[in-house]
């Protein structure tokens, strides 16, 4: 049995929607001759493991640690097109977070603050935010200290209680919280967006045909187009998928790139 996860936007106030867009997914998948598709999506341990795993039929990662790290097992299928704020078509931004009640106006004045990241390997939580932070950077240095969340809820959460000032958040996150669970966002206000990149791919193995990549692709249009998920896609903030290739990613290795030759390697 081939494996599937889709573990990216996998929060709890819509994992009923996000089962419901597999089951569809799956559908599509066994109507384009699929016959090992799992019933499930997979949701057990660390999602590195699942998108090395040769099984992997589908599952959905960020471009950055996929440029970093994961080109030797993923191949990339489609881009969401997603219906939030900060998206631009297949492309998405990150909403610079801070709280409601903060007296920041510029990014300027978050120097020296506390500053939440969900993950070191994340587009949207680090690596566009090193971007964004690089030409205000002095010394190698910006914020009086960074703190690891692990998610982006845990960011907004930390920065909501006091224990941080600002955090990058994924617009789509972002979108999805705001919609199906406010109270989660109260206490805090978005300051700025940052520069747009290609939003979170869909990817399946590298051990994945050719054929069978088509076929993938197939059933991602005829997900799009069932009138039964119709519930589940606006749930999701699901609107479309779109066709860019790995060279579109790259912007995000220039964005690293960029805030390494300005003298900020690191984000701190």
């Known amino acids: 049995m081939k494996l599937a996860g889709l573990t990216m936007y996998d929060l709890d106030p819509v994992r009923e929607a996000t089962d419901a867009w597999w089951a569809g997914l799956a559908k599509a998948c066994r109507e384009e001759g699929f016959s090992d598709v799992p019933d499930e999506l997979w949701r057990g341990g660390p999602r590195e493991d699942l998108w090395r795993s040769p099984d992997l039929l589908l599952s959905q990662t960020c471009g950055y640690p996929l440029l970093k790290h994961f080109m ?48 070191w390997d994340s587009q949207s939580g680090m690596n566009v935010l090193r971007h964004t932070i690089a030409p205000l950077a002095r010394n190698g240095r910006f914020f009086g200290e960074v703190k690891v969340a692990g998610k982006h809820q845990f960011s907004i959460a930390m920065i909501a209680g006091g224990e941080a000032d600002v955090a990058a958040i994924d617009c789509v996150t972002h979108g999805l919280m705001s919609r199906h669970d406010p109270d989660s966002v109260a206490g805090t206000r978005v ?7 290609p939003a979170l791919p869909y990817v399946t193995s590298k051990h994945t045909s050719r054929a069978d990549h088509a076929r993938l692709r197939a059933a991602l249009n005829r997900a799009l187009q069932d009138p039964e998920l119709v ?33 900020y390697p690191v984000l701190q």
């Open 72 to 119: 030797a097992h993923l191949t990339l299928l489609a881009t969401p097109i997603y219906g939030a704020e900060g998206c631009y078509g297949a492309n998405y931004c990150s909403l610079i977070v801070v709280r409601a009640n903060s007296d920041a106006a510029t990014l300027e004045d978050l120097r020296g603050g506390i500053c939440a990241i969900n993950d």
């Open 231 to 263: 519930e589940a896609r606006d749930a999701l903030l699901i609107q479309g998928f779109a066709d860019p290739t790995l060279a579109d990613y790259k912007i995000m290795l220039e964005m690293e790139v960029g805030a390494a030759a300005a003298g």
């Open 191 to 197: 300051l700025a967006q940052t520069q747009a990149a």
